[in-house]
C-alpha cells in the first residue's frame, strides 16, 4: 500500500511562488515515479511534473517549462513542487500521484496507481 499525502497549497497573487510537498509512505514507494497532477472543474487532469526517483529523469509539459521544479529528498520520502512565476491559469487542485511499479516518470494520469487527497492553490490576478 501506497500514501500519499500533499501540503503547502494556498492563495498567491499572480507572479509570485509556492512550494508544495508530498510526503509519500509505503513499500513500495522507491521503486514508483511520482508525478504532480493538478485539475479544475470540468477538466481532465493534467500531469505538471513528473520525477522517476532512481534516475532522476524529469518530464513537464510546455506550459510549466520554466516555472515549474519538481524535485526530491529520499531521505524524508518527499517530493516537491516549487512553482514559481504563477499565473491564474495555474489556479488548480493539485495532487501527488504514484506510478506504476518499476514504471518511469510519466505525464499521464492513466499509468498513476495511487492518489493524494490534494491541495488547492488559487492564484490571483
Known amino acids: 500500500q501506497v500514501r500519499l499525502v500533499e501540503s503547502g497549497g494556498g492563495s498567491v497573487q499572480a507572479g509570485g511562488a509556492l512550494r508544495l510537498s508530498c510526503v509519500a509512505s509505503?513499500?513500495?514507494?522507491?521503486?514508483?515515479?511520482l508525478t504532480w497532477f493538478r485539475q479544475t472543474p470540468g477538466k481532465e487532469r493534467e500531469g505538471v511534473a513528473a520525477?522517476?526517483?532512481?534516475?532522476?529523469?524529469?518530464l513537464y509539459p510546455d506550459s510549466v517549462k520554466g516555472r515549474f521544479t519538481i524535485s526530491q529528498d529520499n531521505a524524508k520520502n518527499t517530493v516537491y513542487l516549487q512553482m514559481n512565476s504563477l499565473k491564474p491559469e495555474d489556479t488548480a487542485m493539485y495532487y501527488c500521484?504514484?506510478?506504476?511499479?518499476?514504471?518511469?516518470?510519466?505525464?499521464?494520469?492513466?499509468?498513476?496507481?495511487?492518489w493524494g487527497q490534494g491541495t488547492q492553490v488559487t492564484v490571483s490576478s
Open positions: 500521484a504514484a506510478g506504476l511499479l518499476y514504471g518511469g516518470a510519466t505525464l499521464s494520469a492513466g499509468n498513476v496507481e495511487y
Open positions: 509505503g513499500n513500495t514507494i522507491d521503486k514508483r515515479s
Open positions: 520525477i522517476n526517483r532512481v534516475s532522476g529523469v524529469t
